[in-house]
């Protein structure tokens, strides 16, 4: 199934669908986005990967004007936002962390108001209604009332919703956040869907593998910045390398695990019962004496990246 775009004018701004420059936005004293700067090319999943509270959803919320910058400059598809947010919300398609659907209507009913408020014009409606819920994978149960439906069709129709005046580009916040693994492999295979068709994608998420799995690039946030920007490939190599060894002992060995490593220059983390040493095939052959045999050797991974870079543990 694929979605048949409507004719969008798109704003006279540069080729990249999302752009951010200088963005900081403040709550009183407290600097959620503090100085960002972020571009999106047309046809790219972007992923937004950070540690809770690292100014994500703030950005998010910015994009659809939302929240308004304290400082910065944001553009939109080409138009600049909040000046002309409402253009730029036409033409986009945003699936919140909460779901508001309209709990009292069908599946079908809660996509049609969508498409009206969307001004899909009257002829095509019918049409692009179907289509969303066929992505969706919910035609067999447009009839349903939001109420009856379980929690993974209404997430899926929470994001069929998103998409039913057939966006170039769709924003997603944490879309997978709280659901079992099935589901979450349900709605990787329609992010991916999306993005196969040439969508631009911006997903927020904390979580590494839905990142690693759909993202084409990454940039980790933390502290409402952005501290590294790549395809996961490429930040698993410049900031992991490429082995791990795991080091599992009593506190006293594991510190004197971490010193020895992080003498020689090399990247540690701690996870529980472990010590793990990033870029161990550069270690030298005197070094990996002083650390002993006892570590268990494994590829290195996103998450190696996330916790080294942001200090913080994964869920
Ligand atoms: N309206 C607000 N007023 C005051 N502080 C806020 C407001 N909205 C967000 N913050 C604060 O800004 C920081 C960034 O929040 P944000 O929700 O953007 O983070 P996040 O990366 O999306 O985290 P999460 O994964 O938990 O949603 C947090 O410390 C949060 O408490």
Redesign the pocket.
């Known amino acids: 199934m694929t979605l048949q775009r409507a004719p969008e004018a798109v704003g006279a701004g540069s080729a990249a669908a999302i752009s951010l420059r200088g963005v900081v936005k403040r ?2 004293g ?1 600097t ?1 986005v503090d100085g960002l700067d972020l571009e999106v090319p047309s046809g790219m999943c972007l992923g937004l990967l ?1 540690p ?8 998010m919320k910015m994009l659809t004007a939302q929240a308004v910058p304290t400082e910065g400059t944001i553009e939109v598809l080409g138009f600049p936002v909040p000046r002309e947010s409402k253009r730029a919300r036409a033409a986009m398609g945003v699936v919140p962390q909460q779901d508001n659907l309209d709990e009292e209507l069908t599946a079908r009913e809660n996509l049609e108001v969508f498409a009206h408020l969307y001004r899909v014009p009257r002829k095509e409606r019918r049409k692009a209604v179907d289509d969303a819920l066929a992505i969706a994978h919910l035609t067999e149960r447009q009839g349903t009332k939001v109420d009856d439906l379980s929690g993974g069709m209404r997430r899926r129709l929470l994001i069929a919703r998103g998409l039913v005046h057939r966006p170039r580009l769709v924003l997603l916040d ?1 879309p997978t956040v709280g659901l079992d693994p099935q589901v979450r492999a349900e709605l990787w295979g329609l992010i991916d869907g999306l993005r196969a068709q040439g969508t631009t994608v911006l997903m ?1 998420t ?1 979580y590494i593998e839905e990142a690693e799995r759909l993202a084409d690039e990454c940039a980790l ?1 933390s502290r409402g910045r952005v501290i590294a920007r790549g395809t996961p490939a490429r930040l698993v190599g410049e900031y992991a390398g490429e082995r791990v060894v795991e080091h599992y002992g009593p506190p006293d060995r594991l510190a004197e695990v971490e010193r020895l490593a992080r003498g020689a220059g090399l990247p540690t983390r701690r996870t529980g019962p472990s010590v793990s040493v990033l870029k161990a095939e550069t270690i030298a052959p005197s070094l990996a004496d002083e650390l002993g045999s006892d570590g268990v050797r494994r590829a290195a991974n996103l998450e190696d990246v996330f916790v080294v870079l942001t200090g913080e543990k994964v869920e």
């Open positions: 709550f009183g407290f959620a950070g809770n509270g690292a100014g994500k959803s703030t950005t944490e927020s904390h946030m």
